[in-house]
T-cell receptor, first 111, second 113 residues
Framework: DSGVTQTPKHLITATGQRVTLRCSPR?????VYWYQQSLDQGLQFLIQ???????AKGNILERFSAQQFPDLHSELNLSSLELGDSALYFC??????????FGPGTRLTVT | QQQVKQSPQSLIVQKGGISIINCAYE??????FPWYQQFPGKGPALLIA?????SEKKEGRFTISFNKSAKQFSLHIMDSQPGDSATYFC????????????FGSGTRLLVRP
């Protein structure tokens, strides 16, 4: 158990809908990273927050957004969902540079 | 420049054998190289990591070998066990304020009993 929690574990929704994925980092970790894992793209970095501020953006679509709250939990919002958004979404947290600990992920299925 | 190339895609090893997975990178700005292990239905778990000022790091049965001049690094799993059967990902981290991880494509390891 990495100490990073993610909810929900599974999410099934229809195209065009909007969903919110939630992540609670390990106690004391200020950085939260979001990654997408799909069969064709592998593990891809989406976005990072550090202590409430956006720190870096990767291959994140404009339909996706994220935020980190004062209690350090983070939410990833996915809107206007398409079939191709079906993937595993992982949150990772770190206190020191590099050592990222991943949560169990949220499996999103868009039908 | 941002890619990390990983090989082989899949690997079958007999119990007790040595599993070797290789990764190569182009961007010399990378300064942190972790390996992650992922079981089906689980998140990637940090296994072992190395920085470029060290040529080798060993933790139990897992060893990272790092060749800075060749821009290559590899994971060796000694005395491989069926419980090691999983997907392994190498990654590299950029020297900037984010330390976001760039992942290799993964290697599916099967250790036969």
């Amino acid at each position: 158990d990495s100490g990073v929690t993610q909810t929900p574990k599974h999410l099934i929704t229809a195209t065009g809908q909007r969903v919110t994925l939630r992540c609670s980092p390990r106690s004391g970790d200020l950085s939260v990273y979001w990654y997408q894992q799909s069969l064709d793209q592998g593990l891809q970095f989406l976005i990072q927050y550090y202590n409430g501020e956006e720190r870096a953006k990767g291959n994140i679509l404009e339909r996706f957004s994220a935020q980190q709250f004062p209690d350090l939990h983070s939410e990833l919002n996915l809107s206007s969902l398409e079939l191709g958004d079906s993937a595993l979404y992982f949150c990772a947290s770190s206190v020191a540079e590099g050592e990222q600990y991943f949560g169990p992920g949220t499996r999103l299925t868009v039908t | 420049q941002q890619q990390v190339k990983q090989s082989p895609q899949s690997l079958i090893v007999q119990k007790g054998g040595i599993s070797i997975i290789n990764c190569a990178y182009e961007n010399t700005a990378f300064d942190y190289f972790p390996w992650y292990q992922q079981f089906p239905g689980k998140g990637p778990a940090l296994l072992i990591a190395i920085r470029p000022d060290v040529s080798e790091k060993k933790e139990g049965r897992f060893t990272i070998s790092f060749n800075k001049s060749a821009k290559q690094f590899s994971l060796h799993i000694m005395d491989s066990q069926p419980g090691d059967s999983a997907t392994y990902f190498c990654a590299a981290s950029l020297v900037d304020s984010s330390y976001k991880l760039i992942f290799g494509s993964g290697t599916r390891l099967l250790v036969r009993p």
